[in-house]
Nanobody, 115 residues
C-alpha cells in the first residue's frame, strides 16, 4: 500500500516562509510527476506546483517567484518552499503523486497565513 504523508504546515505571519514536505512510502516501483495542490474552504482544489522526475517544474501564476518545488528521488520526498506568504495562501495543502502508474493523494496539511 502506497501512502503520501505531508508535514510542515502551520501558522505564519504574512511575509514569512514555510516549507512543507511529502514523503511517499510503501511498495514503490516508479514515481513520476509529483505535485502540490491546495484547497480553501468553499473553493475547488487548485494546482500549486508540479515537478517531474527529471526536475521540470510548473507553477500556478499566483505563486510564481514565491514558491519553489523540489524533490529527492532517492528518498521519494517532494518539498514546497513557500516564501513571501500572503493571507490568500491560507489553505489545506495536498501532496499528489503518480506512483506505480496510479494517482495518490496525501491527507493534507493546513497552512494559515495571518495578516
Amino acid at each position: 500500500q502506497v501512502q503520501l504523508v505531508e508535514s510542515g504546515g502551520g501558522l505564519v505571519q504574512a511575509g514569512g516562509s514555510l516549507r512543507v514536505s511529502c514523503a511517499a512510502s510503501g511498495s514503490i516501483f516508479r514515481v513520476d510527476v509529483m505535485g502540490w495542490y491546495r484547497q480553501c474552504p468553499g473553493k475547488q482544489r487548485e494546482l500549486v506546483a508540479t515537478i517531474t522526475r527529471d526536475g521540470m517544474t510548473n507553477y500556478a501564476d499566483s505563486v510564481k517567484g514565491r514558491f519553489t518545488i523540489s524533490r529527492n528521488n532517492a528518498k521519494n520526498i517532494v518539498y514546497l518552499q513557500m516564501n513571501s506568504l500572503k493571507p490568500e495562501d491560507t489553505a489545506v495543502y495536498y501532496c499528489n503523486g503518480g506512483i506505480n502508474r496510479m494517482n495518490y493523494w496525501g491527507q493534507g496539511t493546513q497552512v494559515t497565513v495571518s495578516s
